[in-house]
C-alpha cells in the first residue's frame, strides 16, 4: 500500500501539471476576441465558468469525501477532456458558453478532490512534519512551470495558427483521464474515528457538521477561510485584466506567451519560498506580505506605465505563489480527512460567487473606461479585505502565539 500512495503523489503532481499546462491561457482574451467577442463578453463568459463552477463546487466535495476522491477525479478527466476537444468546433458565444461550462463541471470535479486526495495520502505515508506538508508547496510549483511552459508554448503556436493551438491543448487535455485512473483511494486520518479504508465507502458527511467546525472552533480556520477566496479572486480579477494591459501596449501573442510564463515561473518560485518565510519570519511577517504585496502591485500596474507596470504585475502573481502555500496549508491542516474535499471546494466556492459579481462589471468598466480604472477598482476592493479579513487574521495568529508563550512559561 505504502508504494501505492507514494505513487498517488506522483500521479496529483502529473495531473496538476496537465491541467495547468494550458496552452490558450496566455492568448485566450485575443483568442475569443477573434470570434467577435467583446472584451466584456469575454468577462461574462468567465463569469458563466464560475457559476458552472458553484452550481457543482460544493456537491462535487461531498461527492469526493463520500464516494472517493479518484472516482471525481476520473469524472472530472473526462469532462476536461470533451470540453477542449468541443472548443475545436466552438464559434460563437453560444457555443463558447458551453465550453466554459463543460470546463466548469470539469474544474468542480477536480477542485478539492486533488488536494485532498494528496493530504490523505500524505497522513497515510506519515511523513514528517504534518504541520509542513511539503507536497502543498510541490503541487503549486508544479502547476506554476506547468502553466509557463504552456505559455511560451501557446504563445508561439498562436502566431501560427489558433486553430493548431487548440487541437493542441485538446489532445493534451486527454493525457488526465489516463493518469487519474492509476490513483488509488488511500484511508483517511488513521487519528480520525470515523476514518475508513480504501476498500470501503466513505461516511455520509453532514454539513452541518461542516458548518459547526468552520464557525465555532478555531478563529483562525474562520478567518483562513475568508482570506482564501479574497485573495484568489483578487488574483484572477487581475489576471483576466493583464492581457488587455499587454493590448494597450502594442504587445505580440509572442511576447504574451514569454510574459505569462515568466509570471508563472514567479509564482513557482513564491512557493518553493513560501514555507521557507513562515518559518524564518515567522507566521505574522508572512501575513503582512500576503496581504500588502497584492495592493503595492495592483495600484502599480493601475498608476505605473509601460514596463514599469508589467514590472509591478509580477510582484502581485509573487504573492500568488505565497498564499498558494501559506494559507492553503493553514486552512487545510486544520480540517478533517474526512470532509477536506468538500471545505476545499466550498472555499473555491466563494471565490467563484464573487467573480460572477466582479468579473461582468470589471470587464464593462474597462472597455468603457479603461483597464488602469478597472485595477484600482479590484485595488480597492483587496485594500478593503485585507482591514476586514487579513488584520483580524494576524492578530488572531499573535493571540495565539502569545498564548502558547505564556502556556510555556507557565510552571509545570
Partial sequence: ???????????????????AFMLIVPVLVPFFQSKGLTLAEVFYLQAIYAASIVILEAPSGYIADTFGRRTTLVAGAIAHGLGYLWLNFADSFLSLMLFEITLGVAMSLVSGADIALLYDSERALARGDQEYTPSVAHLGFFKSVAEGLGALLGGILALWSFDLMVLAQSLTAWTCLVLSLFLVEPPLDPADPTSVTSSKRRNVVSFREIWQHLTQGDPILRLVFLALPIYSLTNINVTWLVQPYWDSMGLSLAMFGVLWCAQCLTVAIANQCGFALERKKGAVFALLVIGLLPLVGIFGMAFGSGWLGVGMGFVMFF???????????????????????????????????????????????????????????????????????????????????????????SPT
Fill in 1 to 19: 500500500m505504502e508504494k501505492l500512495l507514494k505513487r498517488n503523489i506522483r500521479i496529483i503532481y502529473g495531473l496538476a501539471f496537465v491541467h
Fill in 319 to 409: 504573492c500568488r505563489g505565497l498564499y498558494q502555500v501559506i494559507l492553503v496549508n493553514a486552512l487545510n491542516r486544520r480540517v478533517p480527512g474526512r470532509f477536506r474535499a468538500t471545505v476545499s471546494s466550498l472555499n473555491s466556492l466563494l471565490m467563484r460567487m464573487g467573480f460572477i459579481v466582479t468579473g461582468p462589471l470589471l470587464g464593462f468598466v474597462a472597455d468603457r473606461h479603461g483597464v488602469s480604472i478597472a485595477l484600482s477598482l479590484v485595488g480597492l476592493g483587496t485594500a478593503i479585505g485585507f482591514v476586514l479579513v487579513m488584520m483580524p487574521l494576524i492578530q488572531a495568529v499573535k493571540d495565539l502565539q502569545a498564548s502558547r508563550a505564556q502556556s510555556d512559561a
